[in-house]
Every structure is written in C-alpha cells, then in structure tokens.
C-alpha cells in the first residue's frame, strides 16, 4: 500500500457502513454493524453516535479495547483498525455530531440523555487486498 492516510481514509469515506467489535462482559468478542463515523481525523480517530443504552457502550465502559472495520466489497479488500473507544457525553461532543434527522433516533434531541458518541482512537491497522495482507502503525 503506498500512502496508507490516503487508502484508508477514502475507505472509511466511502463506505455506508462499517464493523465495530468489543469484548462482551464474558469476554468474547461482538461485532455489529454501524453507520460510517461521523467524523475523522486523519485514520486514527474516528466519531461514532450511538444510543447510550446499547450493550456495547456498556461494554466500552468496562474494557475499551475495540476494532472497527471497513470493508469495500466492490474490490473485495478491507481494513481492520485496533485502538480503544472512550464514551463521550458531553455536551460539546454531541452537539458536534448531532445531525438533521438525529431525532428519529433520539426524541429528546441533542440533550437525550440515550444519545452518546464514540470516539474510536486507532493503533494499528491491518490491510487486506488481492489476496495478501499488510499490517501497519498509526
């Protein structure tokens, strides 16, 4: 891969969804799917919104080792980033990712005490493309 920041950047843009995965409270990993992250910065930080009452936020609290996934499907490639997630409830950080039509998700708006953002801070990262792998730092 020549320019990593650039390869993995317009992947995590381009896709409409992609994989999150935790460690459950028995310590097995979860993966569920979620809307491509609000934001980014670079490759190795990424905003999620989610519903503070889900499992894996959680989870999150109680280990927050996780990996998020994206996955082009066109050309058959993918990228896994490891990092850890840390809860944000704060009310800067929800205004920032608060969105027309965030409503339908959370009623209560921007002050929804169920609406909560993650924020996914990578290490590493490992690159699948034309049946060979490639593992890189962040």
């Known amino acids: 891969m020549k320019n990593v920041q650039k390869t993995v950047g317009l992947m ?3 896709q409409k969804v992609c994989y999150i995965s935790y460690i459950d409270e028995s310590g097995f990993p979860q993966t569920r799917a979620m809307l491509k992250p609000r934001e980014r910065d670079g490759i190795n930080t990424f905003y999620f919104s989610t ?5 894996k936020v959680s989870c999150f609290l109680k280990n927050p080792n996780a990996c998020v996934y994206f996955v082009d499907k066109r050309f058959y490639r993918g990228v896994c980033l490891s990092g850890t997630i840390e809860v944000l409830q704060t009310a800067e ?3 920032r990712l608060w969105r027309v039509g ?7 708006g921007v002050t929804d005490p169920d ?3 993650l924020k996914f801070t990578a290490v590493k990262g490992r690159y699948y493309s034309s049946f060979k792998s490639e593992e890189f730092e962040i």
């Open 51 to 55: 519903n503070t009452s889900s499992k």
């Open 115 to 117: 609406y909560c953002v």
């Open 12 to 14: 995590a843009d381009k």
């Open 93 to 95: 950080a929800k205004e």
């Open 102 to 108: 965030d409503k339908m998700y959370y009623p209560l």
